[in-house]
């Protein structure tokens, strides 16, 4: 089956910093790709849509200056959280649709985020 | 999209088959359902979807009543490894996914 890789798999980062997460389709070209968030014991959270070369489609709520998304190339897709603060921390999932197998959605293992 | 309704846990024996149910009373004429799966601490898992018909994989199997109401996913022996939370969506497919609370499925020796 398809699969998505992210990177770094956790990361821990000093508030008012900002942290970088990428995620790749490996084998296939993803036109689209998402971006979720989970909190723990909650269900995963859509936040953006990301278009590659356009600008990403967020979420009600979800701040586009401080999640910014990038998504240059049909295997690539990064989300940069900046100024990041305690209350961001949390796992961050993406994942890439396959268009021609479906639509279906291929998920990355994720990234957990540690802001102190 | 439509939601779906689903038990937040069951549990099974290992070995045996695993049914999850999932309502999904509202689907529209074009909307798939999707079921995946998300062990602890990792991103989801695909496994099947459908549309009207039955399906099986090599993972499951994805029981649709005529009405597309409700639908069954079934795990035909469950092991320990199948142990994580399910989620059941309908999707017209080219949308994005919207995840609802889920079934904790527990297996236990």
């Known amino acids: 089956g398809a699969v998505v890789s992210q990177h770094p798999s956790w990361v821990i980062c000093k508030s008012g910093t900002s942290v970088k997460i990428e995620c790749r389709s490996l084998?296939?070209?993803?036109?689209?790709m998402f971006w979720y968030r989970q909190f723990p014991k909650q269900s995963l959270m859509l936040m953006a849509t990301s278009n590659e070369g356009s600008k990403a489609t967020y979420e009600q709520g979800v701040e586009k200056d401080k999640f910014l998304i990038n998504h240059a190339s049909l295997t690539l897709s990064t989300l940069t959280v900046t100024s990041a603060h305690p209350e961001d921390s949390s796992f961050y999932i993406c994942?890439?649709?396959?268009?021609?197998?479906?639509?279906?959605?291929?998920f990355g293992p994720g990234t957990r985020l540690t802001v102190l | 999209d439509a939601k779906t309704t689903q038990p937040p846990s069951m549990d099974c024996a290992e070995g045996r088959a695993a049914n999850l149910p999932c309502n999904h009373s509202?689907?529209?004429?074009?909307?798939?359902v999707y079921w995946y799966r998300q062990i602890h601490s990792q991103g989801p898992q695909y496994i099947i979807h459908g549309l009207k018909n039955n399906e099986t994989n090599e993972m499951a199997s994805l029981i649709i009543t005529e009405d597309r109401k409700s639908s069954t996913l079934i795990l035909p022996h469950a092991t320990l490894r199948d142990t994580a939370v399910y989620y059941c969506?309908?999707?017209?497919?080219?949308?994005?996914?919207?995840f609802g609370k889920g079934t904790m499925l527990l297996v236990s020796p």
């Open positions: 994942s890439a649709q396959d268009k021609s197998s479906y639509n279906e959605q291929f």
């Open positions: 969506i309908v999707s017209p497919g080219y949308s994005t996914l919207t």
């Open positions: 509202t689907i529209s004429g074009n909307e798939y």
């Open positions: 084998d296939f070209q993803a036109t689209t």
